[in-house]
Nanobody
């Protein structure tokens, strides 16, 4: 069984910073891409950032220059550092990862989500 557990959300004022973590655990052989998505109330879930196993990254235009995705493969953890936060960044943030299990099947897993609220 594989789990992704996010942590680090909360309430911050506009212009502030928050860091999110996503830790994978369970019967894992390897982790490919890891992603952060967000879903604001009444809106569709959108991809925020992705990091490949080798470390290459991509970002949504709306967060470029403000958010940084990183990972620690030894800890099976991805991070999202969010700086200069804006009220429009308010959303539930979800971690997603492509994980090869010990049954040697590649599956996509989701975390439970963590709320980020940015006040103006």
């Amino acid at each position: 069984q594989v789990q992704l557990v996010e942590s680090g959300g909360g309430l911050v004022q506009a212009g502030g910073s928050l860091g999110l973590s996503c830790a994978a655990s369970g019967s894992i052989v390897s982790i490919n891409a890891m992603r952060w998505y967000r879903q604001a109330s009444g809106k569709q879930r959108e991809l925020v950032a992705v990091i490949a196993s080798g470390g290459s990254t991509n970002y949504a235009e709306s967060v470029k220059g403000r958010f940084t995705i990183s990972r620690d493969n030894a800890k099976r953890t991805a991070y999202l550092q969010m700086n200069n936060l804006r009220p429009e960044d308010t959303a539930a943030y979800y971690c997603n990862a492509d994980i090869l299990g010990t049954d040697f099947r590649l599956r996509a897993y989701w975390g439970q989500g963590t709320q980020v609220t940015v006040s103006s």
